[in-house]
């Protein structure tokens, strides 16, 4: 049987010491095991040389290694049940990240002087033994002895530090039951600032002191301990839900490379990004902020609270860019002109189902739905299909949630709404009749009607009192009921991932009427009109006819609307001088019939 069948660990206690002068430290580990069944041998992962190990009192007589993979033997049976298994070690510390047991990062000090941070390897069992089974969670307790002078910093709060010759010796509070690769422990001499949330939780933003002095470092730092502060008091108002863990530490680290940038209770970061603080530019700041947010917004999910399975880097991203946008103007009081900080493709997909989900169920009753799951997965795990289900039960929507929002799960095209006819004014008549079908476009313009999904049609017309709940497009082709009007919009408040066309007649009543559009239905025409044509799916006037609608004044319009126009235009442009260089390259080539046509 598989020893990970057999073998559970619940509890490590780390204690780890710090010899700078030789790049050297060595530990001891205590691990708390529940044994599924009788056995007289461990096989416990370490990069860190093994040099004692004993079980119950059990010395063990012998191990084997194979590669990173100890085997410890025992003369007597280690019988079923919990037992107990203490193991000595010693490892290097070097500036190699990737292959030392702790990794050594060194910096100058403003008086030149060189100075260290030591920060554990993001693979556990490269700096201490431990059993590498990733999907078990158990508890950690450290404690360090490190030298004088030094700060220790781990998942936790510190419990008790005292002085012991030129060392001192940090002991850490036990840890929540989490994974075992969450687990991370730095020293060095830091700079911090400090403050509470209203519920009480610790925030610290440490630095190493590199540039300036240590007064003015702490102003500088001032800025971002204060966003994350008041972040997490506004991700626990926007969700209802607690901030889990004890506290929240940001620390910029020298060097800082290919390492994983978030742990539990603590984020990594560049020295530049805590030091944008009174001095900085408000651009700068702007994006300190949306760092500093995002970063916050994965320690509820994604850590805490995790979701498994597909895309799940994807939708944990989305959650945070999309209370990243919600959040950042509110901090700083006034809108921001700064991109999104991470700004992947897939994410942006995943954002936009968010922003579906949410206008599904309703602003507030989606954020009330977030905050019941964080609640219930709380320190667990869950899926996506967990996830859309629960927002549909909990918001006990009339729409099926989860059936719509899986069908969008993993559909890699983008999906184009297409208007084919709607139905004339018929005297006595309150309806109209509008045909849509929808189709998919790959990345290299092609067409593809073999895979479907469940669009939410949202919609709005000159009726402008009224709003009007979604209807559904479950297949290839379908018919919308809409009220006499004339003119409409799909797709508004771009709600839906999706790219709309119109005819015509469609779109020049919609042009007419463009005054009275909200400005992000102004922005979706836009960015609808640009897609197409990059997808050559409509002539060079359909967008042109849409920029008809705006003068070309940036300080007419907001900086948004004003990008989209903009973005429009060079479209068009692009798409002129492709069209003139084909022209001379094949003078004689009429030009192709565009499909699928108007």
């Not at 929540?176 to 519920?199: H, N, R, Y």
């Not at 998919?440 to 009192?465: C, D, M, W, Y």
């Amino acid at each position: 049987m598989d020893q990970e069948m057999v073998i559970s660990p619940t509890a490590y206690t780390i204690t780890v010491e710090l010899n700078p002068e030789a790049n050297t430290y060595t530990g001891k580990v205590h691990i708390e095991l529940q044994v599924g069944q009788p056995t007289n041998r461990l096989r416990i992962q370490s990069k860190a040389r093994i040099s004692e190990a004993s079980c119950n009192g059990l010395t063990a007589v012998g191990s084997v290694r194979e590669g990173i993979t100890y085997t410890l033997m025992f003369h007597e049976t280690i019988e079923e049940g919990t037992s107990s298994l203490t193991i000595s070690f010693n490892g290097r510390m070097s500036s190699d990240s990737e292959t030392a047991g702790i990794h050594v990062s060194a910096y100058n000090n403003p008086e030149g002087s060189e100075k260290l941070v030591y920060v554990t390897n993001e693979i556990p069992f490269y700096w201490f033994p431990c059993f590498d089974v990733p999907d078990r969670l158990s508890t950690f307790q450290c404690i360090a002895s490190h030298p004088r002078g030094t700060t220790c910093v781990t998942n936790v709060p510190l419990e008790e530090m005292y002085l012991h010759n030129d060392n001192i010796t940090s002991t850490f509070s036990k840890t929540p039951l989490m994974p075992l690769d969450q687990l991370i422990m730095i020293c060095g001499e830091f700079v911090s600032v400090a403050g509470t949330t209203k519920s009480g939780k610790l925030v610290r933003c440490l630095c190493p002191q590199t540039t300036f002095s240590k007064k003015k470092t702490k102003r500088e730092l001032t800025f971002a301990m204060k966003v994350a502060t008041r972040s997490l008091d506004t991700y626990e108002g926007f969700y209802q839900t607690e901030y889990p863990l004890p506290k929240l530490d940001i620390i910029s680290l020298p060097n800082l490379d290919k390492r994983r940038e978030e742990h539990w209770g603590i984020v990594l970061c560049k020295n530049a990004l805590l030091m944008n603080g009174i001095q900085a530019s408000w651009d700068e700041g702007v994006q300190t902020t949306k760092h500093i947010v995002h970063y916050t917004s994965n320690q509820f999910f994604g850590h805490t609270s995790k979701i498994t399975g597909v895309d799940i880097i994807d939708i944990q991203e989305s959650l945070a860019q999309y209370i990243e946008s919600h959040i950042t103007e509110e901090l700083l009081g006034k809108p921001s002109q700064v991109q999104p900080s991470h700004t992947h493709p897939s994410s942006r997909k995943y954002e936009s189902l968010i922003t579906l989900v949410s206008a599904l169920v309703g602003e507030e009753k989606f954020r009330a739905c977030v905050g019941e799951h964080l609640r219930r997965n709380s320190f667990s795990s869950s899926t996506l299909s967990d996830f859309w289900s629960g927002i549909e039960n909990t918001s006990q929507s009339n729409l099926p949630v989860a059936e719509i929002m899986t069908s969008w799960v993993g559909y890699q095209h983008s999906v184009v709404l297409d208007c084919e006819y709607i139905s004339p004014v018929v005297e006595h008549s309150e309806e109209r009749t509008l045909s849509v079908r929808q189709f998919g476009v790959t990345a290299k313009n092609a067409i593809t009607e073999s895979q479907h999904v469940i669009v939410p049609v949202f919609f709005l017309t000159n009726t402008r009192n009224q709003s009007y709940p979604p209807q559904l497009l479950t297949g290839p082709k379908g018919d919308l009921k809409l009220p006499d009007c004339s003119f409409f919009k799909l797709n508004s408040r771009q709600c839906t991932p999706v790219i709309v066309r119109y005819t015509a007649d469609m779109l020049g009543s919609l042009i007419k009427n463009m005054s009275l559009l909200p400005e992000v239905d102004q922005i979706g025409l836009l960015n609808d009109s640009t897609s197409l044509l990059q997808y050559d799916l409509v002539p060079q006037w359909y967008p042109i006819r849409v920029l008809s609608a705006f003068k070309y004044d940036s300080k007419r319009y907001p900086q948004d609307l004003w990008t989209a126009i903009e973005q429009c235009a060079k479209a068009v442009r692009h798409n002129q001088n492709k069209q003139a260089i084909l022209k001379q390259e094949h003078p004689q080539v009429k030009r192709r019939k565009q499909t699928p046509t108007l």
